[in-house]
């Protein structure tokens, strides 16, 4: 995931932003509903906000992120989406929300995924979609069908149809994990 110092200009900015009726706490909200029970695992938690609401365990590789969940007592764990430091096939489901927009390598990632997940289980996917103008931070922005070429080519296939809600700024993906 890019470097930047979001946690060290506005600290846990997530939880004040959920306190709030914005945009984002409707996202949030979104996903709460939207995955399905089972052991869940939150790549890219960051402050731990998603991680606790959608009682998962959550990995992330920026330190100071980290150290903001543990305040709040959110179970979040270093590591990055390319290495994840856990055993194969031990989740049921998988959240990257507002994660594989900003990867320089989502395939590297998407096989690390596959390797935890368990069989048949799902991967969240939450992205903005390609707008206009890209976000200085992202690698790369997606279309729906761009989405779903890169992850069905990498050992999944799309559950339900791309969710694409504009009054949240977001795409939403569920994908199942294929023995292959």
Known sequence: MNDFAKYKKRGAYHWREFEKDTTYRKNVLKIKEWIRNGLTLDIGAGDGLITSVIDAVGVDNNKLAIDLARERGINVIEGDAY???????????????????HLKYPEKSLLEVWRILKDKGFLYIVTPPRGDKMDKYHYKEYSSKE????????????KDSIEVRNDLRRMYGVFEKQIL
């Open 83 to 101: 290495n994840l430091p856990f055993s194969s096939d031990c989740f049921d489901n998988i959240l990257m929300g507002d994660v594989i927009e």
């Open 147 to 158: 989405l779903i070429g890169l992850i069905e080519n990498n050992g999944f296939k799309k």
